[in-house]
């Protein structure tokens, strides 16, 4: 079946610092790729997307490209800020028509100091 | 901008007792959601409507949830008897039929059973 698999967090960074958040998946096809974010007691927030091979996603500074070649899509921003602490969700989403759903990775929590 | 409503928006509830919450969906989406988030985890698909009727709910505990989407717009989960177990945020989300472009959640219902 289909999955997604975020790398181990919580991470923690200075204001400024370059941020990596690694996500892979599994899937058959070609699914669609999503960045969520997740502010503390809120509920989830699209931040970026990618519908198909090589597409990048960007929003906010952070941005993501679609790699089929090693089946990952992991998210950047070059200048993080206190402002983007919260939990990254990578998700997929296998389209079919009625029945499409978003598969989620276990997220991972973002503490920027300042 | 349009939202997903959701109420309330936390819940504590007694072991045993029966719990019930409300979403209503963006105008126009016929793709409803109600996902299952615990703590420190990734969100999971409990249930996914299109217009009134149930699409997939393979993961969702019937024994002691039912959900209904009775005129295909907003919906209801109930949880009869709650567990300890249930203690999570409880997300629904919509999105319009047939897009790859992911969905929008609403806030959220953050229930604690004790």
């Known amino acids: 079946g289909n999955s997604v698999t975020q790398m181990e967090g919580p991470v923690t960074l200075s204001e400024e610092a370059f941020l990596t958040i690694n996500c892979t998946y599994t899937?058959?096809?070609?699914?669609?790729l999503f960045w969520y974010v997740q502010y503390p007691g809120e509920g989830l927030q699209l931040l970026l997307k990618?519908?198909?091979?090589?597409d990048k996603g960007s929003n906010k500074g952070f941005e993501a490209t679609y790699r089929k070649e090693t089946t990952s899509f992991h998210l950047e921003k070059g200048s993080v800020q206190v402002s983007d602490s919260a939990v990254y969700f990578c998700?997929?989403?296998?389209?079919?028509?009625?029945?499409?759903?978003?598969?989620f990775g276990k997220g991972i929590t973002l503490s920027v100091r300042p | 901008e349009a939202e997903v409503a959701q109420s309330p928006r936390y819940k504590i509830t007694e072991k045993s007792q029966a719990v019930a919450f409300w979403c209503d969906p963006i105008?126009?989406?016929?793709?409803l959601y109600w996902y299952r988030q615990i703590l420190g985890q990734g969100p999971e698909l409990l249930v996914q409507?299109?217009?009134?009727?149930?699409?997939?709910d393979s993961q969702l505990p019937k024994d002691r949830f039912s959900a209904e989407r009775l005129k295909g717009v907003d919906s209801t989960l109930k949880i009869q008897p709650a567990e300890l177990g249930d203690s999570a945020m409880y997300l629904c989300?919509?999105?319009?039929?047939?897009?790859?472009?992911?969905?929008?959640f609403g806030s959220g219902t953050r229930l604690t059973v004790v």
């Open positions: 989300a919509s999105s319009l039929s047939g897009t790859v472009y992911g969905y929008t």
């Open positions: 990618a519908t198909k091979a090589d």
């Open positions: 998700a997929l989403m296998k389209f079919s028509g009625a029945n499409s759903k978003l598969t």
């Open positions: 105008s126009g989406h016929a793709t």
């Open positions: 409507f299109q217009d009134e009727s149930v699409v997939d």
């Open positions: 899937a058959t096809g070609y699914p669609s």
